[in-house]
């Protein structure tokens, strides 16, 4: 075989014209492809949004056909240069399994994320109290959720615990139940400082008739005073605050009416020594 510079730079240039309208043609597969995946993906987003599905599921959803067409994109241009693209799949099976079984946790935190998709416990824009964290629900990835807290923290949450342990939907219902304790002195007079507690609630037109009035009640005889539950329905955007004003109002107006709110005290009795 004849290894003269001339020969080589035949053969290089054989092999480039061979391989090099290939080359082209993948390269072009490969932008054309990813630019009409782009396009596709927006249209998807486009028509979830017309059709109201939650942000959340809408960016799950585009997140997984975003990453299955990259797959078939990459897929074509190994085809168009020869590649054997069935030996490929079965190589990149294996490799798969291989981090499947290195990344369990990661493939649970998807599989959360399916589940979340599907049974939709909660939507974008919902209140949760779940993994010991409250906040508001931002996005839904394929393997986290992210959730605003109150105070503008951003938690991301792995979905596999998420999906797999206890979720509290604050918000999920239009209307929630604020559930109050006022405790009164032994000395008082209760009837009256049961109309000053209820009367005090009613006045804020926050508070709701329906599902239920408000309601009032002696719930224990405590150590030190005599304790009334109350239980009146608000919104759930209104919530902390007829919880907040209703502490303070009934205070203040139990004061004015000399009714006294007694606080634990104990009796030291010093015995000296004879």
């Given at each position: 075989?004849?290894?003269?510079?001339?020969?080589?730079?035949?053969?290089?240039?054989?092999?480039?014209?061979?391989?090099?309208?290939?080359?082209?043609?993948?390269?072009?597969?490969?932008?054309?492809?990813?630019?009409?995946?782009?396009?596709?993906?927006?249209?998807?987003?486009?028509?979830?949004?017309?059709?109201?599905?939650?942000?959340?599921?809408?960016?799950?959803?585009?997140?997984?056909?975003?990453?299955?067409?990259?797959?078939?994109?990459?897929?074509?241009?190994?085809?168009?240069?020869?590649?054997?693209?069935?030996?490929?799949?079965?190589?990149?099976?294996?490799?798969?399994?291989?981090?499947?079984?290195?990344?369990?946790?990661?493939?649970?935190?998807?599989?959360?994320?399916v589940l979340l998709i599907t049974l939709k416990p909660f939507k974008s824009g919902?209140?949760?109290?779940?993994?010991?964290?409250?906040?508001?629900?931002?996005?839904?990835?394929?393997?986290?959720?992210?959730?605003?807290?109150?105070?503008?923290?951003?938690?991301?949450?792995?979905?596999?615990?998420?999906?797999?342990?206890?979720?509290?939907?604050?918000?999920?219902?239009?209307?929630?139940?604020?559930?109050?304790?006022?405790?009164?002195?032994?000395?008082d007079d209760l009837k009256k400082a049961?109309?000053?507690?209820?009367?005090?609630?009613?006045?804020?037109?926050?508070?709701?008739?329906?599902?239920?009035?408000?309601?009032?009640?002696?719930?224990?005889?405590?150590?030190?005073?005599?304790?009334?539950?109350?239980?009146?329905?608000?919104?759930?955007?209104?919530?902390?605050?007829?919880?907040?004003?209703?502490?303070?109002?009934?205070?203040?107006?139990?004061?004015?009416?000399?009714?006294?709110?007694?606080?634990?005290?104990?009796?030291?009795?010093?015995?000296?020594?004879?």
């Open positions: 075989m004849d290894f003269s510079a001339d020969n080589i730079q035949q053969i290089i240039m054989e092999k480039a014209l061979l391989y090099a309208p290939k080359l082209f043609l993948a390269l072009v597969t490969l932008f054309v492809g990813l630019y009409l995946a782009g396009i596709l993906k927006k249209v998807f987003k486009k028509l979830l949004s017309k059709k109201k599905v939650d942000t959340a599921v809408s960016q799950f959803l585009t997140g997984i056909l975003s990453a299955c067409l990259k797959v078939a994109i990459f897929l074509s241009v190994l085809g168009i240069l020869g590649v054997q693209t069935t030996s490929f799949i079965a190589v990149l099976g294996s490799v798969g399994l291989a981090f499947g079984l290195a990344l369990q946790g990661s493939l649970s935190n998807f599989a959360g994320g919902d209140v949760i109290e779940a993994q010991g964290v409250v906040g508001k629900i931002e996005s839904i990835s394929m393997v986290y959720t992210k959730l605003r807290t109150p105070d503008n923290r951003i938690i991301t949450i792995p979905n596999g615990p998420l999906a797999n342990g206890v979720i509290n939907n604050i918000t999920s219902q239009s209307t929630r139940r604020v559930d109050l304790t006022f405790g009164v002195g032994y000395g049961k109309d000053i507690i209820i009367n005090t609630i009613k006045k804020d037109p926050r508070v709701l008739s329906e599902p239920a009035e408000p309601f009032i009640a002696v719930s224990a005889l405590a150590d030190s005073s005599v304790n009334f539950v109350v239980r009146v329905w608000t919104t759930s955007d209104d919530f902390w605050g007829v919880h907040f004003d209703a502490l303070e109002n009934v205070k203040l107006a139990l004061d004015e009416n000399g009714i006294s709110i007694p606080f634990p005290q104990r009796d030291v009795h010093i015995i000296k020594d004879l």
